[in-house]
C-alpha cells in the first residue's frame, strides 16, 4: 500500500530495554521525521533526516538513536527505555521542494513500565 | 528560536455555529504556518498552509486562517461547523531556516456538540 507506515501500533516494554519502532514510506519522500506527541506539549521533534545517510537532531533527542540507511525507512531506537519516554510516537515524510507538506503515519503507542 | 501558543485548549460549540481557533506564534525570521486537525487515534492531517502571497488562506473542509504578520497570529476559522468535525486542531510554524523542522502548539480541542 502507498503512504507512510508504523510498526508495532502498540509496544509495552520495561525500563531499560532497547526498542525500535520503524517507519516506511513508499513515496520517495527526501525528509522524514520523528515527533512524539504527550499531553500538553503537542508534537516535538525528536530527529530528523533530509536524505539517506543525513540525520540531524530535533528539540527532544536525548535518549533517542536513528539511523537512514535507505531513502524509505527511517527506524527510531530507544537504547535503553525510560518511563518518560511513554509516548505516542509520530513519523511524517515530506518533499519540501514540492509541497511544504509533511505527511505523517498512524502513529506508535509505547508503554514503559 | 521560535515558539507557538494556542490560545485554547479546549472549545465547544454548537453544530452550525461559527468557529474560531487561535494561534499566536514567535519567530525572528520570515515563517511559514500550518494548520494540522488529528482526529481520534489518527495521525496527523494538513488543513491549511501559509507559505507567501495572499494572508486569507482555504483549506480543506471549508476551513480558513488568516495570517497576520503585525499581531503575529494565524487563527483558523469556520462559519458552519459539523459534527464531523470533532477533533484535535495543531498550529504549527516553520522559521525558514529551520528546514522543515515544525514546531507545534499544544493543540486545541474542539468539541462539536448536536
Known amino acids: 500500500d502507498a503512504g507512510i507506515t508504523q510498526s508495532p501500533r502498540y509496544k509495552i516494554t520495561e525500563t531499560g530495554r532497547q526498542v525500535t519502532l520503524m517507519c516506511h514510506q513508499t513515496?520517495?519522500?527526501?525528509?522524514m521525521f520523528w515527533y512524539r506527541q504527550d499531553l500538553g506539549h503537542g508534537l516535538r521533534l525528536i530527529y530528523y533526516?533530509?536524505?539517506?545517510?543525513?540525520?540531524d537532531k530535533g528539540e527532544v533527542p536525548d535518549g533517542y538513536v536513528v539511523s537512514r540507511s535507505k531513502t524509505e525507512n527511517f527506524p527510531l531506537t530507544l537504547e535503553s527505555a525510560t518511563r518518560s519516554q511513554t509516548s505516542v510516537y509520530f513519523c511524517?515524510?515530506?518533499?519540501?521542494?514540492?509541497?511544504?507538506?509533511?505527511?505523517f503515519g498512524p502513529g506508535t503507542r509505547l508503554t514503559v513500565t | 528560536a521560535q515558539s507557538v501558543t494556542q490560545l485554547d485548549s479546549q472549545v465547544p460549540v454548537f453544530e452550525e455555529a461559527p468557529v474560531e481557533l487561535r494561534c499566536n506564534y514567535s519567530?525572528?525570521?520570515?515563517?511559514?504556518l500550518f494548520w494540522y486537525v488529528q482526529y481520534p487515534n489518527q495521525g496527523l492531517q494538513l488543513l491549511l498552509k501559509?507559505?507567501?502571497?495572499?494572508?486569507l488562506v482555504k483549506g480543506i473542509n471549508g476551513f480558513e486562517a488568516e495570517f497576520n504578520k503585525s499581531q503575529t497570529s494565524f487563527h483558523l476559522r469556520k462559519p458552519s461547523v459539523h459534527i464531523s468535525d470533532t477533533a484535535e486542531y495543531f498550529c504549527?510554524?516553520?522559521?525558514?531556516?529551520?528546514?522543515?523542522?515544525?514546531?507545534f502548539g499544544q493543540g486545541t480541542i474542539l468539541t462539536v456538540h448536536p
Open positions: 501559509y507559505l507567501s502571497g495572499s494572508t
Open positions: 513515496w520517495s519522500h527526501s525528509y
Open positions: 504549527a510554524v516553520d522559521g525558514g531556516t529551520s528546514y522543515g523542522k515544525l514546531t
Open positions: 533526516s533530509a536524505a539517506a545517510d543525513i540525520t
Open positions: 511524517a515524510s515530506s518533499d519540501l521542494a514540492v509541497s511544504y507538506e509533511q505527511y
Open positions: 519567530s525572528s525570521v520570515s515563517v511559514y
